[in-house]
């Protein structure tokens, strides 16, 4: 059974598993018409980039909605206008209230390791950046994915590289492994709020039989990891890394199970 990442921009995804396609994290809308979340570091308006394809042709093909959390670059009210809303949910129970909130009536929460029409998910711990930024910037989480015939896949969501991350990589031994690695900065001075280029290298390290695919990046205008330097960084710490870091384009379709089997 093949299983298909296709990344569509910032964290957004589209995952086709087990005949089901989750969407994941929506964040849509139009260049230049969300938020600034910089400050002082701030490169424009977010998103930085056009959709690769209309917010209708994406929502069209899912079939459930992934979140990791609700912050506006992971859903936003493009999204949530957007979505139908006896589209199936599968969230953390503390963005279950938001969610019945906005009208959304088949609702699962994932707290625990779940079972959900073939595919198992299982969430994952998160910080989202360091100490300074937690009384504001709420709970994520992340989650590992697994299907019968299929990589294990581990979403480790907005993340910076904490030891409960680097147990759970070494415990867990994901296939392939997801990082948001654009190195945000949250208001321009607190940060990484994510994983950022050295980071990502990490994860290359401590997991040398898995696929890395990396996003987050050049979406929103406090990141500061471009596709560019996060390869430059990569080559520089271990030439010999390249090979297992893929960096989709915006609207890239990757075949999970092709890409580990490689």
């Avoid at 015939?149 to 590289?161: I, K, N, W």
């Avoid at 867990?172 to 607190?190: C, H, L, W």
Wanted: hydrophobic share 40%; proline share 7%.
């Amino acid at each position: 059974m093949s299983m298909i990442f296709t990344h569509i921009r910032n964290a957004t995804a589209l995952l086709d598993v087990n005949g089901m396609t989750f969407l994941i994290d929506p964040y849509l809308a139009p260049k230049g018409s969300g938020g600034v979340y910089g400050g002082e570091i701030s490169r424009g308006v977010s998103p930085l980039v056009d959709l690769p394809a209309p917010p209708e042709t994406i929502i069209a093909r899912a079939d459930a909605l992934l979140l990791t959390h609700v912050h506006e670059d992971h859903l936003d009210q493009v999204a949530l206008d957007a979505l139908p809303r006896d589209l199936p949910v599968l969230c953390h129970s503390r963005d279950e209230a938001f969610m019945e909130g906005h009208g959304f009536t088949d609702i699962t929460t994932i707290d625990e390791k779940t079972q959900w029409r073939g595919v198992t998910l299982t969430p994952t711990p998160a910080t989202h950046g360091p100490e300074e930024v937690w009384h504001y910037i709420g709970g994520v989480s992340g989650y590992l994915i697994e299907a019968e015939g299929s990589p294990t896949l581990y979403l480790p969501s907005d993340t910076v590289l904490t030891d409960e991350v680097a147990q759970l990589v070494s415990r867990e031994r994901p296939d392939v492994i997801v990082t948001n690695s654009g190195g945000a900065f949250s208001k321009g001075r607190f940060g990484p709020i994510i994983m950022d280029a050295e980071q990502t290298a990490e994860i290359l390290q401590l997991a040398p039989w898995a696929e890395v695919v990396a996003v987050h990046l050049e979406t929103t205008d406090h990141c500061t990891v471009t596709r560019h330097s996060l390869k430059d960084h990569v080559r520089q710490t271990d030439p010999t890394l390249l090979s297992r870091l893929h960096i989709p384009d915006d609207g890239e379709a990757m075949d999970l199970k092709a890409l580990v089997a490689t």
